[in-house]
């Protein structure tokens, strides 16, 4: 076992080293060459070549036609300048305890959906410091539009305030501004309320996207990043977040009461730019973003749905396939990914081995490229337990790997379009980014989406972070999440 | 030396060419749009509007009163389109399926024909930009489109919602932006507003005008930056203004929806909108102006306003079609009068209100099917597309007409028959622009129309 992963390590440092390879040897042979023959040889040899000017400059035209094309057609690069999440305050806190006795008070008709609540709980990952809006604190709970956008104005100015403070940015500075949060669509919108607290420009170019899921926050950087390309020496604001408060479902069927117990509160507000000069202060710079819709798939696109119980009660029904859907999601996308972050000993591998099974022997076992070896931290959306299990598994990761994850969903829940940052925030909390490192962030959503991103780390984060959600806990963790918490 | 500067020229033309060959692939087409006209069954004649304003056991006697009088001066037809539950009775106890009913029946209706007319296959689609203000569900509208027509899975997707009735020309700024990084692609936007579970059933008047101004309706349009498709395409996007007064409180307030005293939500329009809406037309049209009036027009303005005479810009010196936002007739005439235009110009704007009431934002896409029906879009015509939405937004831009335009599309039974205008309501409730009778508040209004 030993040999053969050792015999693996080398054939990797070899094929991803292959240009050095080639390269070194050359050079030595030309240095020692030119050891050889001395100056006087160098211009002799330069004599005998016999170009005229015309040769030279045609030679010198067609380089810079090149370079010229080059650098017309390279997309401009796109930063994250830093970002901020938002920390809930202690009294928004829903410990165990509090959220079943609420559970039995609402439900106490239906004893049987109130156990269902707690062997979710049990199971969930969860821990006892997640936060739900003041709203949901009444029993029965109080969701009017008002308490929304009161949430709504919490969640969102804190995270700006923060990130404003970190950045030195100012409002005016503003050029693109994304608001995204799936089951909250007030008119005016939120970005409009944005627009409207911190008196942006009125030029800006703000959009408000809804009903994405929890897969949004990279949709929006998707669309930020299409903006800058289009929008030289500008900052772009993404707002990421999913407001609880309209959404909260009084209902007893028990495929829908499962939102309930995991959607917790949560915001983060993330800066983009494509200015020079924050090519210096910039955390991360953006690699790559890949989307993948399975929405052409019927069972795929059933798999979360928005519907009326029979009571007429509006709740998120999740479909038992979800897992399978998941998986094959990831799958699509990461076909798509795959040829962009694996490194090339990989890519040969999987080549090889596809190349066998078409050709050779279709018994041979199909290659799963590692990840690990494309980047060195993950960031998968802690959408639940068991999102994290599966995609553990397929990827082949460490426990190391989906800490960020895990730990996550311990602490906040899931925070849907925002649980990716505090991810990231996790791992720079715990010191592990250093400069040159790669972030991949995997998120889910319905329709059913899986989308991607690839992050390279501009500098490294040194600790203790100023402003992290994680200041005052990340001591603590890693915590041991057992199996079931018994309640 | 010479072949120096010979190298030069070379260089300076080949980066020319490629400089053209990379704005060309940047522009933006409008391939084919397709307005939605929902079934006859759908309609909202006067009898009908009467009927449903009278049942609303919630309204007193001036509610009763200010709901018919808005109807009335309303400028909508006999002829506009409501949603099934609200015909039904069911306005009070709308679902979630309601909303999602009057949608599929307005993807099904538009969506196919719009494919079949162009040629294009669903597949073939790389962007498909939705907004839909009032309704926002899981999955969003635009996994839903995606499942109907099977669309590819790397197909991107955004689905708006909030942005108000200027939304359809964010949704075209998106496109815009995406074809400048993203060559040879095919855009789908879908524009549409939920009527279905958004009917105020309280009595706050400030939040009973929508009842009685928004209808059902929506537009797609498929877009493309293939120069290829140039020729079949209608319409080249010139340019695009947005502008944005949220940062003023008294602008981000005047169209917003919130609770009643009672708890009941609704949307609430103020007094003051047609002067917000003003300021922001004038703060776009600065902008706006510069980039579309001829050179001769700008210059004689700034001469005129320099020598301290009053200055007026003269917008048909640029512009030959004007597509407003049938907001309302107000609204209508305040820019109508803003922009020195006459009763001519504006008349699109006018039937549209009046044929399909206000459908948000894919009411100026039924405005510039008007245009096209009545023949008047000839090649080289320029149409300055004008849109407001709540937040305060002013968005407008700039079209050229890139071949003679005669689709009569839904407008074609209004062609046809060249029925005159009229207020359908003057008829039967004209009584109420005379009535003066005020009872002492508080007294219900029992009586049946």
């Given at each position: 076992m030993a040999s053969s992963s050792s015999v693996k390590r080398l054939f990797q440092f070899i094929v991803n080293n292959i240009i050095s390879f080639i390269l070194i040897p050359i050079t030595v042979f030309a240095a020692v060459e030119i050891n050889r023959l001395g100056v006087d040889g160098i211009i002799a040899i330069w004599n005998s070549v016999n170009l005229?000017?015309?040769?030279?400059?045609?030679?010198?035209?067609?380089?810079?036609?090149?370079?010229?094309v080059y650098f017309m057609s390279k997309p401009r690069s796109v930063y994250l300048v830093d970002y901020s999440c938002y920390k809930p305050p202690v009294t928004c806190r829903v410990p165990f305890s509090t959220f079943m006795e609420h559970s039995r008070l609402i439900l106490k008709d239906n004893p049987k959906s109130v156990d269902f609540q707690m062997r979710i709980l049990e199971r969930s990952g969860l821990g006892e410091e997640t936060c739900l809006p003041p709203a949901i604190h009444y029993i029965p709970p109080m969701p009017t539009m008002e308490a929304a956008r009161g949430e709504a104005e919490e969640v969102i100015f804190s995270s700006m305030d923060a990130l404003m403070k970190k950045t030195g940015i100012r409002p005016k500075d503003i050029d693109i501004l994304i608001v995204n949060c799936s089951l909250f669509s007030p008119t005016p919108s939120l970005s409009a309320m944005v627009v409207n607290k911190y008196k942006l420009r009125s030029n800006i170019r703000s959009f408000n996207l809804s009903g994405m899921g929890c897969s949004a926050g990279l949709i929006s950087i998707d669309l930020a990043r299409d903006l800058l390309q289009a929008h030289p020496n500008s900052y772009a604001l993404v707002i990421s977040t999913e407001i609880i408060t309209p959404n909260y479902y009084k209902g007893s069927e028990r495929a829908m009461l499962l939102p309930n117990c995991l959607f917790r509160m949560g915001a983060a507000a993330i800066l983009l730019s494509n200015k020079r000069q924050d090519s210096r202060r910039a955390k991360y710079k953006l690699v790559h973003v890949?989307?993948?819709?399975?929405?052409?798939?019927?069972?795929?696109?059933?798999?979360?749905?928005?519907?009326?119980?029979?009571?007429?009660?509006?709740?998120?029904?999740?479909?038992?396939?979800?897992?399978?859907?998941?998986?094959?999601?990831?799958?699509?996308?990461?076909?798509?990914?795959?040829?962009?972050?694996?490194?090339?000993?990989e890519q040969l591998l999987f080549l090889i081995t596809l190349i066998g099974r078409r050709i050779i022997n279709p018994k041979w076992k199909p290659y799963i490229p590692d990840f690990k070896q494309a980047v060195e931290h993950f960031c998968i959306h802690a959408g639940g337990r068991a999102v994290i299990d599966e995609l553990q598994k397929s990827l082949q990761l460490s426990a190391e790997h989906v800490e960020a994850s895990r730990m996550t969903l311990h602490r906040f829940g899931n925070t849907s379009s925002s649980s990716l940052w505090y991810e990231l925030a996790y791992i720079e909390a715990k010191g592990r980014m250093k400069r040159g490192n790669r972030v991949w962030q995997i998120a889910f959503g319905s329709g059913f989406k899986c989308n991607s991103a690839v992050w390279k780390c501009n500098r490294t984060i040194k600790t203790p972070i100023e402003d992290s959600p994680w200041k005052d806990c990340i001591e603590r963790y890693p915590v041991f999440i057992p199996e079931v918490v018994k309640l | 030396?010479?072949?120096?500067?010979?190298?030069?020229?070379?260089?300076?033309?080949?980066?020319?060419?490629?400089?053209?060959?990379?704005?060309?692939?940047?522009?933006?087409?409008?391939?084919?749009?397709?307005?939605?006209?929902p079934s006859d069954d759908r309609k909202l004649n006067t009898e009908l509007s009467g009927s449903i304003v009278a049942r609303n056991l919630n309204l007193g006697h001036l509610e009763y009163k200010f709901m018919l009088?808005?109807?009335?001066?309303?400028?909508?037809?006999?002829?506009?389109?409501?949603?099934?539950?609200?015909?039904?009775?069911?306005?009070?106890?709308?679902s979630l399926e309601d909303g999602i009913l009057e949608m599929d029946e307005f993807f099904k209706?538009?969506?196919?024909?719009?494919?079949?007319?162009?040629?294009?296959?669903?597949?073939?689609?790389?962007?498909?930009?939705?907004?839909?203000?009032?309704?926002?569900?899981?999955?969003?509208?635009?996994?839903?489109?995606?499942?109907?027509?099977?669309?590819?899975?790397?197909?991107?997707?955004?689905?708006?919602?909030?942005m108000g009735c200027s939304a359809s020309i964010i949704s075209i700024n998106i496109v815009s932006n995406f074809f400048k990084s993203h060559r040879n692609s095919m855009a789908l936007v879908v524009t549409s507003e939920s009527i279905a579970p958004n009917w105020y059933s309280g009595n706050d008047k400030s939040m009973m005008l929508t009842n009685c101004l928004f209808r059902s309706g929506g537009c797609t349009m498929l877009l493309t930056n293939k120069p290829a498709m140039k020729n079949r395409s209608k319409l080249q996007l010139k340019c695009l203004v947005r502008t944005h007064l949220g940062a003023s409180d008294e602008a981000y307030t005047c169209g917003m929806q919130k609770e009643d005293s009672q708890g009941i939500l609704g949307f609430y329009l103020d007094k003051n909108l047609p002067k917000?809406?003003?300021?922001?037309?004038?703060?776009?049209i600065a902008i706006i102006a510069k980039t579309c009036l001829s050179y001769t027009e700008l210059l004689r303005y700034f001469v005129m306003k320099y020598s301290k005479k009053k200055a007026?810009?003269?917008?048909?010196?640029?512009?030959?079609?004007?597509?407003?936002?049938?907001?309302?007739?107000?609204?209508?005439?305040?820019?109508?009068?803003?922009?020195?235009?006459?009763?001519?110009?504006?008349?699109?704007?006018?039937?549209?209100?009046?044929?399909?009431?206000?459908?948000?934002?894919?009411?100026?896409?039924?405005?510039?099917?008007?245009?096209?029906a009545q023949k008047r879009m000839k090649k080289g015509d320029k149409l300055w597309m004008i849109g407001f939405g709540s937040g305060f937004k002013c968005n407008s831009c700039v079209w050229e007409v890139i071949r003679d335009l005669e689709d009569a599309n839904v407008w074609e039974d209004v062609i046809k028959n060249e029925k005159e205008e009229v207020n359908p309501f003057m008829d039967r409730f004209s009584w109420i622009n005379q009535d003066t009778y005020d009872p002492p508040p508080g007294s219900l209004f029992q009586k049946k129309m």
């Open positions: 005229n000017s015309v040769q030279i400059l045609t030679t010198v035209f067609i380089v810079v036609i090149i370079a010229t890949v989307r993948t819709h399975k929405g052409a798939d019927d069972k795929a696109y059933k798999c979360v749905y928005e519907q009326e119980d029979p009571q007429g009660k509006v709740g998120i029904n999740l479909s038992k396939d979800l897992m399978i859907i998941a998986g094959e999601a990831l799958k699509s996308n990461i076909t798509t990914i795959g040829p962009l972050v694996l490194p090339a000993s | 030396m010479e072949l120096i500067m010979l190298a030069i020229c070379i260089w300076t033309l080949l980066f020319s060419f490629y400089h053209f060959c990379k704005k060309r692939d940047q522009c933006c087409y409008l391939l084919h749009y397709e307005c939605h006209k009088r808005a109807i009335v001066n309303s400028g909508i037809g006999e002829d506009s389109y409501g949603p099934r539950n609200i015909i039904d009775g069911r306005e009070n106890s709308h209706d538009t969506l196919s024909q719009l494919f079949v007319k162009t040629k294009v296959s669903p597949k073939e689609i790389d962007l498909l930009v939705v907004n839909v203000s009032l309704l926002s569900c899981a999955p969003s509208l635009a996994s839903r489109i995606i499942n109907m027509y099977q669309m590819r899975d790397d197909v991107k997707s955004y689905n708006l919602s909030g917000t809406a003003k300021r922001a037309f004038t703060q776009n007026t810009l003269n917008f048909k010196a640029g512009i030959d079609h004007f597509c407003m936002h049938p907001g309302g007739t107000a609204v209508i005439e305040e820019i109508r009068k803003g922009l020195g235009l006459n009763h001519e110009d504006v008349e699109p704007s006018k039937m549209s209100l009046h044929r399909f009431g206000n459908t948000s934002a894919s009411s100026l896409w039924y405005v510039l099917g008007y245009m096209e």
